[in-house]
């Protein structure tokens, strides 16, 4: 690496090309960014006793993978700057021309062209000092040649210009302009091929332009380090597409982006926060490209990127999914992690893979995940940790069988995580104040709509039926009764007293019967939500108790109870104890002479049937049909055991051997209830097998 003090018009000067790398952010510099640099170069102007003034760096590397015959330089940082002082100069040959000036502090125009602006002898894109990319090239070269601007104009490009021809109002401050530009100063930087790191440089660098996103850092991090011709290809193939996905907020998606595939790739059950995402990448970028081509890495990104958008940004063609994803993404975004792991299964990397999961059952599964998020919504129960909860679910998830381990893992979901039962839900829905809910809409609207004749009720907005004033009118005190007080209070926000109207405003306050009869009250209303009160003689607390009985019955059926069979979730929970077992051995857990006795109480149950499973953790041995039966525990001198069988189960005749543990504080080691003993010898398990028999029997039943 060399670095030199140099005036930033003598970089500039003789035949020479500024390449941006195709993948570098387009320009982004606003009137802020200008005002400054316009500031420091008029001050810098203002007389003799400034001789320079520093505006940063310029980190270059030879393009050696050319054949043209003008050298051509990448810039690896400070293309804003570049970009934004050659705006100026051509600015400044625009209003010198305007303002009837052939030479500015005695520079003739076409000089101070051909010094900054352009190569005189150079050929097609060749001609121009500083080639930009995309809409930001084509509006440059325009601009120099004093050609119409395309359709696709950049605006930046195009409105700086424009700002600094308006700030060049006279001679005198034109002078000022091209004389203190003559005084900048950079610290060129220019890097060697195949030595420096162009990217550990980049990020070293401190900028007082434009912050770069994460998705600037990745990207650079990703192409900086290939060659000019390597960089175009792999931006073209892959990352550009990845920037169509997410549109005029690219930077910002894409970081949500990432979150949730670093969070897939790594196999975080967390998710990744936002802040270590570029660390994370850069790790986890390294160790793929040490095992796979950069393409077949990049490939993945795009392959998920493009599932995170479907679901996110509506890109879906099909109309169920493209519906699907509407309605869980009304409810919360953070599904998107287990979503995109659902994608793999149902749309496989590999051109020749079938898919594991068929339409149907993906359309199963974000029922699912609706009713999940609805009802614990509609609980009460807690939200903040739903990104956590989707990024641990997204984990679980097999592709081999996508929707059973969805729904597994789902029917395991225990305490704040877990998902409502129907006697929950019901009594929510009917007891609960849903009004103020951030779903109040979302639910009026599912309850009306279930159907195939749908309203679109996107411009209606919620009613109360009993009115919100707490002064309410004589009508409304004397239809609730001397408790009207109580009355309103406990039942104003409930489901039962909710509705959807386009014309709220005339409902306002008024008496139920005018609510009704007026124009385009309950009668007349075509919402199923209304038919219901339409036919009510008044309404009171039974009313709104019933009818918010009714929609909570018609919930029931929208969103669906978890209905996973019992035995199927204590088999895939053996399965997992079974793989963490696998970090522990029998001698580990248990002294010399104790194995003895293990060995011999082993062998004995193990031949008691087929589908017994010999678990082991860091603190006793445990056996499983599909549920544990018994557990057996390191002591000194011996072995206890605990059998999963209440003591009046056990067979009288061998109740003297064991001891209830309900007797017991605490077991040391233990995790089993039932009934405890003791085995010092061979002959002590003679003794207990029956009663082990017995505890087996029961856990198959």
């Known amino acids: 690496m060399q670095a030199r003090d140099v005036y930033l018009s003598q970089l500039m000067q003789g035949p020479k090309q500024f390449l941006i790398p195709i993948f570098q952010r387009t320009y982004s510099w606003q009137e802020p960014h200008c005002a400054q640099l316009y500031e420091d170069i008029f001050k810098a102007g203002f007389g003799p006793t400034v001789d320079s003034h520093f505006t940063g760096s310029v980190v270059l590397i030879a393009n050696h993978q050319t054949s043209a015959s003008i050298p051509q330089w990448l810039i690896i940082d400070g293309q804003q700057r570049l970009t934004t002082v050659t705006l100026l100069m ?175 790739e790594t196999g975080s059950n967390t998710l990744l926060r936002s802040v270590d995402v570029y660390t994370t990448f850069k790790d986890w970028f390294s160790e793929q490209v040490s095992q796979n081509s950069v393409e077949y890495t990049l490939e993945r990104m795009l392959i998920l990127a493009r599932f995170h958008a479907a679901y996110m940004f509506g890109s879906e063609t099909d109309r169920k999914l493209v519906l699907a994803f509407k309605r869980l993404r009304t409810l919360a975004e953070v599904v998107s992690p287990t979503v995109m792991r659902l994608y793999e299964g149902y749309r496989p990397h590999g051109k020749s893979e079938d898919p594991s999961l068929a339409l149907a059952d993906f359309l199963t599964a974000l029922a699912h995940l609706e009713s999940y998020l609805l009802r614990r919504q509609i609980c009460a129960m807690q939200t903040r940790s739903l990104g956590n909860v989707f990024a641990n679910l997204a984990q679980q998830i097999s592709l081999d069988n996508p929707l059973e381990t969805l729904e597994v893992s789902l029917a395991r979901f225990k305490r704040n995580n877990r998902f409502p039962s129907d006697v929950e839900f019901r009594e929510a ?117 019933e009818r918010g009985e009714l929609l909570a019955d018609k919930a029931l059926k929208i969103w669906k109870p978890l209905k996973v069979d019992e035995k199927l979730v204590a088999k895939y929970a053996l399965q997992e104890r079974w793989e963490r077992s696998q970090n522990y051995t029998l001698s580990e857990v248990f002294s010399k002479k104790n194995l003895e006795i293990l060995g011999s109480l082993e062998q004995r149950v193990m031949q008691m049937g087929t589908d017994i499973s010999p678990i082991v953790s860091s603190k006793n041995l445990t056996f499983y049909t599909l549920s544990p039966f018994l557990q057996v525990i390191p002591r000194a001198g011996h072995l206890g055991v605990i059998l999963a069988i209440e003591l009046d189960d056990v067979d009288p005749e061998l109740s003297d051997l064991v001891q209830t543990t309900t007797d017991w504080n605490y077991i040391r080691n233990g995790s089993l209830a039932g009934v405890y003993g003791w085995l010092y010898s061979e002959a002590d398990i003679d003794s207990l097998m029956p009663a082990i028999q017995q505890a087996y029997e029961q856990a198959l039943s």
């Not at 950049?154 to 005084?183: A, H, M, P």
Request: charge should be negative; charged fraction near 25%; aromatic fraction near 12%.
């Open 90 to 264: 051509a600015a400044v040959m625009k209003r010198a021309a305007e303002l009837g000036l052939e030479q500015v502090s005695m520079t003739p125009l076409g000089a101070i062209r051909g010094y900054y602006l352009v190569n005189e002898y150079g050929q097609g894109d060749a001609a121009y000092k500083l080639l930009l990319t995309k809409a930001d090239r084509s509006t440059l070269c325009a601009l120099l040649d004093n050609k119409e601007f395309s359709d696709d104009v950049s605006d930046n490009v195009r409105n700086n210009f424009e700002l600094f021809c308006s700030w060049l109002t006279d001679v005198e401050t034109v002078e000022r302009i091209y004389s203190g530009f003559q005084k900048l100063k950079v610290v060129e930087v220019v890097l060697q091929q195949n030595h420096d790191d162009p990217q550990a440089i980049f990020e070293s660098l401190n900028s007082t332009g434009v912050d770069l996103s994460q998705a600037d850092l990745i990207r650079n991090y990703v192409l900086m380090r290939q060659d000019y011709e390597t960089q175009s290809q792999l931006y073209l193939d892959y990352w550009y597409p990845m920037e169509r996905l997410f549109g005029r907020e690219e930077s910002q998606r894409f970081d949500r982006f990432m979150q949730d595939f670093l969070t897939l």
């Open 429 to 545: 829905l009917v007891t609960h104040d849903i009004y103020g809910m951030r779903i109040q809409k979302f639910l009026l609207d599912s309850l009306e709509n279930d159907s195939k004749e749908m309203i679109d009720t996107s411009s209606f907005s919620i009613e109360h039926v009993l009115p919100q004033n707490e002064n309410l009118r004589p009508e409304w005190k004397n239809m609730l009764g001397e408790n009207w007080e109580e009355v309103h209070q406990t039942w104003l926000h409930r489901l039962g007293n909710l509705t959807l109207t386009g014309y709220n405003s005339e409902y306002s306050d008024i008496s139920f019967e005018e609510k009704k009869k007026i124009a385009n009250g309950f009668i007349d209303s075509p919402l199923r939500l209304n038919q219901f009160i339409a036919d009510q003689p008044e309404w009171t607390e039974e009313q709104i108790r």
